[in-house]
């Protein structure tokens, strides 16, 4: 009787422990709609800052949507001459998820430097394109760089740059500019699908096809870099627990039929 009554026990904790478990785990799924950040027409609620020009003004029609798609393109350049670009959402977030699908298409511009190969990046916690001086390069931001594969060789994507600011990464600060991420490479012209889940100060991660590849923690500006100094002189804090987010043109034609966002509850 006692071993009956033992086994029933046993039973009922563990249908209890798998319970809370199940639950644990529907709790930490993100909840609510997925809100489309590109509509698949137009740039409306979006700003463009490119290097060398003024807030919005989308020196050769770089930033472009085409067949419902949102490119980045270089066929008006002469050549690239260092004009990095950033296409800004208009809203700042803190708790959320963003999606995107892209790819990497044709040849990359004339004068464009060799990094920059079939390169370019999801800006996360940025600055305001209009802090950004006229001449800067980057946003200060957290940058999950997006990277396209050479044909052979190892390139993966979604990494880890850090323009004017430093992350945590297992419980030290870290301060090197990039990092690998352990994703695949992708190679060609195929779709690839990149989501960052960003909460706030605390954690950071990415990932490629539902897979996570590379996390982090504590995003704060790097109190060394000129572009944040003018940052903090103006008031903004050293821990970064919101900001803008603005996808990258860095001489090589990319396309995205995807950009959407998912917000988090703190």
């Given at each position: ?11 009922c ?34 700003n ?27 066929d ?10 950033h ?13 995107v699908?892209?790819?990497?298409t ?8 060799g ?18 001086t006229k ?13 396209g594969?050479k ?15 430093h ?10 500019h ?6 695949k ?7 690839v ?6 909460r ?39 821990m ?27």
């Open positions: 009787m006692k071993s009956v009554s033992l086994l029933v026990l046993c039973s904790l563990f249908l209890s422990t798998c319970l809370q478990t199940a639950v644990s785990a529907e709790e930490a799924k993100p909840q609510g709609e997925w809100i489309p950040l590109f509509n698949g027409k137009n740039l409306d609620g979006w463009v800052k490119i290097r060398g020009s003024d807030v919005n003004d989308n020196f050769g029609n770089t930033f472009r949507v085409e067949d419902g798609l949102l490119k980045v393109a270089y008006q350049y002469d050549e690239f001459a260092e004009k990095f670009g296409l800004f959402y208009k809203d700042s977030f803190s708790h959320y998820i963003i999606r699908e892209y790819r990497f044709g040849e990359q511009s004339k004068g464009g430097p990094w920059a190969f079939r390169n370019s990046g999801i800006m996360v916690h940025g600055q305001t394109p209009e802090t950004m001449d800067q390069r980057f946003p200060v931001s957290i940058e999950v760089q997006l990277l594969g044909g052979s060789g190892e390139r993966p994507t979604a990494n880890l740059c850090t323009p004017g600011t992350v945590v990464m297992n419980d030290k600060l870290f301060k090197p990039c990092t690998s991420s352990h994703s490479t992708y190679h060609g012209d195929q779709w699908t990149v989501e960052v889940e960003v706030g100060n605390e954690v950071i991660k990415h990932l490629v096809n539902g897979k996570t590849v590379l996390s982090y923690a504590k995003p704060q500006l790097d109190k060394k870099d000129a572009d944040a100094q003018k940052l903090i002189q103006s008031g903004s804090p050293i970064l627990d919101k900001g803008t987010i603005s996808l990258q043109s860095e001489s090589h034609p990319i396309e995205f039929r995807k950009v959407e966002l998912l917000k988090l509850k703190p």
